[in-house]
């Protein structure tokens, strides 16, 4: 299993970054997780659109999912030039409702929407994929995927909480949200995670290798790192668009 890093910036894209995307590579297959504003041209860099397999979007803000929009078109194009017969597999939450309607409603044969659950778990080809809710204003699930022996979990966005330990543990890879740094602390309730608070969850759940994303774009990413880095005695790694790891 090959884990690629499309975009890690949260709410709007740094310059020369993009939202949160990831790229998941597993049994000859593209999963691709989050669509954040700008990471379809970043995709482009790794596989071509005809060969995604399956989209899983971690929940409705637009900095996961606006670049759906254009990418619908993209694969209207390979339906129209007979690349691709069936509608794209797309897993997501059916709220907000507002937004769900409005992506719903601009999809005519491209996607084949099929709902996230608390708790839902699906094989998708040889991948199995695992779903968790999160603490975030709207409906967000952190997602765990196990392949050969092998184990990714992205937190999505969310503040700490006791599951999310259990959900994660011994996992070989985390992605966690870093949204914030210390002197952000008093916003955690807002459901999101400080570096620190991130690195305790990969301490408390014994993460081998702990990648921090979803960081606030103005912010300096060495603060976040030696903040993380404080409490948590694993490899430690800031996550960058085309960073790429394989499990």
């Known amino acids: 299993m090959r884990v ?21 590579r597993a049994g000859g297959k593209n999963y691709v997780i989050d669509t954040g504003s700008g990471s379809f041209s970043v995709l482009q ?15 409705l803000h637009a900095d996961h999912c606006s670049d759906i929009y254009t990418l619908r078109y993209a694969i209207y194009v390979t339906q129209r030039d007979g690349l691709r017969e069936n509608p794209l597999p797309i897993y997501m939450p059916r709220s907000p409702k507002q937004t769900y309607s409005f992506i ?9 929407i099929e709902e996230i659950k608390d708790g839902l778990t699906v094989n998708l080809n040889e991948l199995k994929v695992s779903f968790l809710r999160t603490e975030h204003p709207v409906q967000c699930y952190a ?17 700490y909480f006791d599951k999310l330990v259990s959900f994660s543990r011994r996992s070989d890879l985390l992605i966690a949200e870093a949204t914030l740094q210390n002197i952000d602390r008093s916003m955690e309730e807002m459901g999101h995670m400080t570096a620190q608070t991130a690195a305790k969850l990969a301490q408390g759940a014994d993460i081998k290798k702990l990648v921090l994303s979803h960081i606030w774009p103005e912010y300096d990413r ?7 880095k404080s409490c948590y005695d694993g490899d430690l790694l800031i996550g960058k668009q085309g960073l790429s790891f394989v499990l």
Request: charged content about 20%; proline content about 0%; overall charge neutral.
């Open 4 to 24: 690629i890093i499309l975009g890690t910036s949260a709410a709007f894209s740094a310059k020369d970054e993009c939202c949160s995307s990831y790229l998941i």
């Open 45 to 59: 860099k790794h596989i071509h659109y005809k060969d995604i397999h399956c989209i899983l979007l971690s929940h």
């Open 104 to 112: 719903r409603g601009a999809i005519k044969n491209e996607f084949l």
């Open 143 to 159: 997602m765990r995927f196990e392949y050969n022996g092998s184990s990714v979990v992205y937190t999505a966005d969310t503040k």
């Open 222 to 228: 060495s603060v976040t790192f030696h903040e993380a």
